[in-house]
């Protein structure tokens, strides 16, 4: 399982209901269901992931994360879980609300923008940063709204949420002193645990 | 005509044919004292009964759901391209059963059977028939192929709003749902549909009131009309244009009423080929049974709590281009699903083929299908072990 994914499987508690906002081909959702008895849907619009995740017996909905999820009811779920998905919708702001609306808590994963292999590229190319979290050129990238550690707790404070936890995930770093003493830095992958 | 049958297909069968002598108490009030249902199934029933699947036909479906009845056929049955070995239903895992509805023209039970109390052909005499009765003569098929509970039960369009109703009023009877092209209610635009559909049927002459057989006439010309404008519902805009454009039939307009365009010829044809195979009674009855099905409206119109009986998985599907039972339909349903706590997985697949598409081939479709019923294959085998 990937490193943030795996980190993430950790944080979950036993039995919870979980909505998972772009959940891929559903590798977190069937370990949680195996492991931790969690239930839950997951939310994807790739047709390949949405076949994938059908063949595994997880419930996926089709359903463009970017039209909200006015569908779901207030504190339908304990956890929604979003990884690599802020970074490309078009008002992760309001995304960051509904999901603290649908459930009390969430665990955001994204690219750290401010990862010192990306200050270095833009810093010395001159160039946006292409990178194995970022892989894409600046004009057919999906990600949108790229942001950094502390961008993103900047944003929770503005919106009253809070940081309950943060981890740094998937990078050469992952555990390394260094990363956890400077995440913006260091950090490739940033995870946020944040709650109402 | 196939000169050998594909080796996809489940070759020739023959539709069997189950008699009922207990009465069934309909939702209008009144009972049929006795009934046949016919079907057909597909596949080997294994040793515990646990790989039976349902499929529930539309409008103008019935029980010659896959393969041929004879070599000559022209056509194989209406899901064929679903239902064989291979296919998102196997046959190699699955016992298919597939029946057609009380009140259909194709052998069960209609309004062309005669009514034993009147020894008079039943004609428009025939009870109207709810989704929520047919489900229950389905399940008493069920009860006497030994089959406690199904894999799956399975259905597009009206054939949908059947497993919907399968799994609120047997939900221990089934452990899948795929409701496919459906909805959990009719619009009003829907409706009018159907009403237009009636009004052609019931206007022609021939109809006489419905006792046409008495009459020894056949309402042609109305059921030619109901098909004419059913069919552009199935069918999408962008289909339609790019089926037949503004192609002429002749080289150039005749300034006059007869066939011109392509698709006059077309929608012409249709609806003379569907006029002298089915019967207006049973048109009549079935559009009014798609009207009629509402399961929230007896729970105040709250689709969430209608749905509380339910534990099946459910697989939604729609398509992208179809109008008569949109996507948004699909998702009405899905969305209560979620509220309500059941298992649920909804795919919209691109298509052009309007509502028609859940009748087709289609790439991401057949996989989708296939992945899940892959799935609960798996789940019987553990259930095995």
């Known amino acids: 399982m990937r490193a943030d994914l795996a980190l993430i499987h950790n944080w979950i508690p036993q039995g919870a209901r979980v909505l998972d906002l772009g959940c891929g081909d559903g590798t977190l959702l069937d370990a949680l269901a195996r492991d931790k008895d969690v239930t839950g849907y997951g939310l994807e619009i790739n047709q390949a992931d949405i076949t994938t995740c059908l063949e595994k017996g997880i419930n996926v909905i089709e359903q463009d994360l970017d039209q909200g999820l006015a569908n779901i009811a207030d504190n339908t779920f304990d956890l929604v879980i979003m990884t690599q998905a802020l970074q490309v919708l078009r008002r992760p702001d309001r995304m960051l609300d509904e999901m603290l609306r649908v459930a009390q808590e ?51 404070r503005d919106q009253g949420h809070s940081i309950i936890d943060r981890a740094v995930g998937n990078g050469e770093h992952e555990g390394h002193w260094s990363s956890r003493r400077w995440p913006n830095f260091f950090g490739q992958v940033a995870i946020f645990r944040v709650k109402r | 005509m196939p000169d050998t049958l594909p080796s996809a297909s489940v070759g020739l069968v023959t539709p069997q044919r189950a008699h009922f002598d207990t009465p069934l108490e309909l939702a209008c009030g009144k009972h049929l004292p006795a009934y046949d249902l016919v079907y057909e199934t597909y596949g080997e029933l294994n040793d515990a009964r646990s790989n039976a699947v349902l499929v529930c036909h539309a409008l103008s479906g019935h029980h010659h759901a896959a393969g041929y009845h004879h070599l000559e056929d022209r056509k194989p049955g209406w899901w064929d391209a679903h239902i064989g070995p291979g296919k998102p239903i196997d046959t190699r895992r699955f016992f298919v059963i597939a029946i057609n509805n009380l009140g259909g ?59 919907l109703q399968w799994s609120l009023s047997y939900p221990d009877r089934l452990a899948n749902a795929a409701i496919i092209a ?10 009018a549909f159907n009403e237009v559909a009636r009004q052609a049927i019931r206007s022609d002459p021939d109809f006489q009131e419905g006792w046409y057989a008495e009459f020894d006439t056949l309402p042609k010309r109305g059921l030619k009309l ?14 339609m244009g790019a089926k037949f454009g503004r192609d002429l039939r002749t080289d150039s307009l005749n300034f006059g009423y007869d066939v011109e365009f392509e698709v006059e010829s077309y929608l ?41 009986p339910a534990t099946c ?66 789940d019987i085998e553990r259930e095995a072990e």
């Not at chain 1, 270095?120 to 160039?127: I, S, V």
């Not at chain 2, 459906?182 to 409706?191: E, G, P, R, V």
């Not at chain 2, 795919?347 to 991401?364: C, K, Q």
């Open chain 1, 106 to 156: 969430c665990i955001i994963a994204f690219p750290n923008f401010a990862y010192w292999r990306h200050r270095a590229y833009l810093g010395f190319k001159g160039r946006m940063p292409v990178s194995k979290a970022l892989p894409h050129a600046w004009y057919d990238t999906p990600n949108i709204h790229l942001s950094t550690f502390r961008d993103f707790e900047q944003l929770c």
């Open chain 2, 105 to 163: 023209c194709h052998g069960s039970t209609g309004p062309s059977s005669i009514n034993p109390e009147t020894g008079r052909i039943w004609g428009p005499d025939f009870p109207l028939m709810t989704v929520a009765d047919w489900v229950n003569s389905q399940a008493r098929l069920a009860d006497q192929l030994g089959i406690e509970r199904f894999a799956a039960v399975i259905g597009g369009s009206l054939g949908g709003m059947q497993v």
């Open chain 2, 182 to 191: 459906a909805t959990s209610k009719l619009s009003a635009q829907n409706i």
């Open chain 2, 226 to 239: 109901a098909r004419m404008v059913g069919h552009i519902t199935y069918l999408s805009e962008h289909s």
């Open chain 2, 268 to 308: 012409r044809y249709q609806g003379d080929a569907f006029s002298t195979r089915f019967d207006a009674n049973t048109y009549l009855l079935m559009t009014k049974a798609l009207d009629y099905f509402d399961p929230a409206g007896e729970h105040d119109g709250d689709l969430v709590r209608a749905l509380h």
């Open chain 2, 313 to 378: 998985r459910f697989l939604v599907i729609s398509f992208t281009t179809d109008w008569r039972f949109a996507p948004a339909r699909s998702k009405e349903l899905v969305d209560a699903l979620i509220l309500a706590g059941k298992n649920v997985s909804y795919a919209n697949i691109d298509s052009p083929h309007g509502h028609d598409a859940f009748l087709l081939s289609n790439e991401r479709y057949d996989a989708a299908l296939s992945g899940f019923m892959n799935r609960v294959f798996r």
